[in-house]
C-alpha cells in the first residue's frame, strides 16, 4: 500500500471509487475531503489542492491522500495539520476511509500507519484519532496504531464518539 496525492490522472478511479459509496447509500466518505459533495473531479482537486496551504476560514490546513494497492484505490484519508476546537472533540488529526468492496481485509491499519507517518513528517507528535463509540472496526485500527482511549464525548445529535491519542 502506498499513500498518493491525488492527481488529474486518477480522475476515473476516484470516481468509480466515489460511484461505490453512492450506490451503497453511504451519506459520507471518511477521509476523502469532500469528495461525495462534488460532480466535478477538477474542482474537488482544486479545493484539496489549495487546503494544503491556505484552508478556508474556520478550517485547518489538511493533505488528502488516496491509499493505492496495485495500483487501485482502496481507500482514502485526509490529514489535519493541526486541530481547532471542533476537530480536537470530534474529528481529530486524521480521518480514514476504506472503499466498501475492499472493507475488513486489514486496509484501514495500514493506511493509519502510513497516516501517522505523514503526521511525523509534519512535525505532529501526538495524534487524534476520533470514532463513532458503535464503529468498532475504526476502534481496533486506532488501537493497533498505539491509539489509546482517553475520553467519549457526546455529540450535539446525542452520538457518542470516542477520542484515542496516539504517540509518534
Known sequence: MELVFPEIGHKQAAMDYRREHVERGEAWIHGSGGLLRYEDYESWLEKITTAQTAAQTGWVNCSTY????????????????????????????????????????GYAAQMLALALEKCRELGIQKVLVTCDKDNVGSARTAMKNGGVLEDECAEGSGNIVQRYWITI
Open 66 to 105: 488516496f491509499a493505492l494497492v496495485d495500483g487501485k484505490i482502496v481507500g482514502m484519508t485526509q490529514i489535519r495539520h493541526t486541530l481547532n476546537d471542533a476537530l480536537l472533540k470530534s474529528g481529530g488529526h486524521i480521518g480514514y476511509g476504506i472503499r466498501p468492496s475492499e472493507r475488513r481485509k
